[in-house]
């Protein structure tokens, strides 16, 4: 009797851990360290062996445990040990992806569902308190004593209405004036894969689905708000994909045409943005070798300095503690005070495994992500395709993998996700046999 009540105290213990997890992610970083130790005890003490693990499952499973393991073989090589130790201690959420995968019982999996809609409604309430801090901020009082709305932060840009100001980022509802609680670059992809969890609900629960077609529009204009670039190209890519699938799904083609209309009405809107207009400029310039200039986009820059320190250590990088010092030599060289004030990091999680590991590791890193999403391409997995997409894109434009907020988010979904896309696997073996 006290074997199975132990046993049954473990199988809450982790369900709860979990539902403390989906809550907590989108509300704080500072707390996020004590989060995820809770997340790895949970599989710690729960003992349990999954079955049927054939072996491009067992790849998948394995890969964030080889990609944790060159973060410690690059400690052989760095100067400032230290500073690797202290990168090797943000990423130790990737070395128990592989426990929590196998050690997640089933009354996780089973409730995954609950989960989802936990995750969903602490982006939604983390979301709604960011507008009503934005709407308290853009009420003022003028010298007249009369109540007034100011959107804009910014003295100069009080003529601009708001969709001008959304785009400049001048406005309390935009950027990180708007995102409170995380970086705007992170809130946004925990908004996108709200979307996703959303559309999945739709997909696979029966009834009324009006306030989910609600909840789908209104974290739309949120992500617009939030002002993430690399967020509208992950929306737009996402959404044609989204389309395609409609249309070799459904056969709906009345359905899609309106969809298509929405996402070109969208492009208009994201690309009538200057900035990002000139962002792509840039960037093409970039990739055909022409110089930037002052006016260049400072990610750009970062990406030009971080590529010439990939190419004077081609190989086997500059491991896992010296690339802040490598890429400070290059801010001094271009004289970007900004980067070198903040030690900005690369902006590119690619590029960072190459400065970091060489070649060899970004053939490891980039093989991990490409062939993720080709097994979840064939084995039709829509939520773990999706997340695959979100954080693929996203791994672009930002070093998700170097901050709490990105590391977590990938480790608890990727072994959700892996831990149900196994489940699958199990019963439909069962099935044949």
Known sequence: MLKLTR?????????????????????????????MFL???????????????????????????IVYVMHVFGLLYSKNFNKGIFNIEVRLSLLFIPLIAVFLTDKVKQRYI?????????????????????FFYSFSINKFGILIFEPSYWPELK???FIQLINERG????YDMLSVFHHPSYFSIYILFSIVLVIYLIRVRKGHKVFFYVLVTYFTIFLWLLGSRAAYLTYLIGFIIFIVDLILKYKKYWISLLLILLGVTLSIIVFSNKKLKQNVRDSMQLAEGEGLNQNSDMRLWLWKSGIEVFKEN??????????????????????????SEHN??????????????????????????????????????????FFLLIMFVNFFFEVMLNSIAGVSFFAFFYSLLYAKYNITQELHVNKKT
């Open 314 to 339: 081609f190989w086997f990088g500059v491991g896992t503690g010296d690339i802040d010092a490598e890429l400070e030599k290059k801010y001094e060289k271009y004289d970007l005070k900004l980067a």
């Open 114 to 134: 609950l989960l989802f809609k936990l995750f969903v409604g602490a982006n939604l309430l983390a979301s709604l308190i960011c507008l009503f801090i934005a």
């Open 171 to 174: 406005s309390f509802f935009s």
């Open 39 to 65: 997340w790895v005890t949970s599989g710690v003490f729960v003992v349990k062996k999954s079955k049927n693990l054939n072996y491009r499952s067992l790849i998948l499973l394995m890969m964030p445990l």
């Open 159 to 161: 003529d601009l209405n």
């Open 7 to 35: 046993k049954y105290n473990l199988k809450d213990f982790q369900y709860l851990v979990f539902i403390i997890c989906v809550i907590a992610i989108p509300f704080t970083k500072e707390y996020q360290p004590y989060v």
């Open 344 to 385: 900005y990091n690369v902006h590119n999680q690619f590029l960072d495994i190459a400065i970091k590991f060489g070649i060899f590791g970004l053939i490891i890193f980039t093989s991990w992500m490409v062939y993720a999403l080709m097994i979840s391409i064939k084995r039709k997995q829509f939520l773990f395709f």
